[in-house]
């Protein structure tokens, strides 16, 4: 079993930044890929970003390409996702999620694990 809880959310206006965290426990965290999702009100889940086991390959949908970074720090079961040049489009409750294997994957199926989710806000 896995816990997976987010934290680092909140109102901020367009252009600011925001640096979401996802503390891990129950599990091997560093032997698994994980990803970032969200959802705005109204429209499906979407996946923002993912991340190897080692932190060395992650793969962002398109519309966050060059503002989020994701990252994670094994030794501390964390990983983040550093989001830059926020805009109105990005408020969402975001999610984090752990894979079953070790590489990121964008469906949302293969992530068994997911936290409870944290509001980002964007006020233009």
């Known amino acids: 079993q896995v816990q997976l809880e987010e934290s680092g959310g909140g109102l901020v206006q367009a252009g600011g930044s925001l640096r979401l965290s996802c503390a891990a426990s129950?599990?091997?965290?560093?032997?698994?890929?994980m990803g970032w999702f969200r959802q705005a009100p109204g429209k499906e889940r979407e996946f923002v970003a993912g991340?190897?086991?080692?932190?060395?390959?992650?793969i962002y949908t398109d519309s966050v390409k060059g503002r989020f970074t994701i990252s994670r720090d094994n030794a501390k079961n964390t990983m983040y996702l550093q989001m830059n040049d926020l805009k109105s489009e990005d408020t969402a409750v975001y999610y984090c999620a752990a894979g079953r294997g070790p590489s990121p994957t964008r469906l949302s199926d293969n992530y068994p694990y997911w936290g409870q989710g944290t509001q980002v806000t964007v006020s233009s």
């Open positions: 129950g599990r091997t965290f560093s032997s698994y890929g």
């Open positions: 991340i190897s086991w080692t932190g060395r390959s992650s």
